[in-house]
């Protein structure tokens, strides 16, 4: 049990990644590890698309060339959720170095998104368009799984929900049909342990925010 809570604990996103490959059986072993995860029915409804050197590279020049000729922005939160992306983004690019109004230095930081942040192994994940939230916490729960095998084997991850900004372009690149739903990107790789966003641990809230434990009649949900 201690050795799960360290390894929950020391999970983070990695924001600058090595060049150095990634040995295939570690990569093989966490993805046969994540397999035994959940889901409705056993339907498995994840489907992980990894793509590694010339095809890599391929999407990242493909997403770049269009991130420069047609920018757009992350799709926005509901009003009442948007100050979390704020918190967090002052964060990062603090962590960075980049002020609050240097607007020029974050949108570049932003751009590595669409470049993986120099990882050398990218995931596309996707579920099946007609399948719906109950099976999207299946994909959920085979991404942390996939995450955390990772994580124990020494290689760093960042989920990406940037990635979906660009579905079409992503879709092309690795002819993903058009039933599979994308639900969000991974970068794989080995942490640049010089680079100090790769080390930022950023807070959570404590349980009660977010769970509620009901024992009598009088107990109520938190809103």
Request: charged content about 25%; some cysteine; glycine content about 6%.
């Amino acid at each position: 049990m201690f050795d799960f809570e360290k390894l929950v604990r020391s999970r983070c996103s990695i924001r600058r990644f090595l060049p150095t490959p990634i040995p295939r059986e570690h990569l093989e072993e966490a993805l046969a590890l994540a397999q035994l995860a959940p889901s409705n029915s056993n339907i498995q409804p994840w489907r992980l698309f990894l793509t590694e050197g010339e095809r890599t590279e391929r999407l990242r020049e493909a997403l770049m060339a269009e991130v420069r000729a047609h920018p757009r922005e992350l799709a926005p939160l509901p009003a009442s959720f948007r100050a979390y992306r704020r918190e967090l983004g002052a964060m990062v690019y603090g962590s960075m170095g980049i002020a609050r109004d240097d607007e020029a230095g974050r949108a570049v930081a932003s751009q590595r998104n669409y470049e993986f942040f120099g990882a050398p192994v990218v995931g596309i994940l996707c579920m099946h368009r007609d399948l719906g939230l109950t099976d999207a916490v299946g994909v959920g729960m085979y991404l942390q799984t996939l995450v955390l095998g990772l994580t124990a084997r020494g290689i760093g991850t960042c989920v990406q929900a940037a990635l979906k900004t660009y579905p079409e372009v992503i879709r092309r690149e690795l002819a993903i049909p058009e039933e599979l739903e994308i639900l969000c990107g991974l970068s794989l790789g080995y942490a640049d342990p010089e680079f100090p966003t790769n080390h930022l641990k950023v807070p959570k809230q404590p349980v009660d925010k977010n769970v509620s434990i009901l024992r009598t009649s009088q107990d109520t949900l938190r809103p």
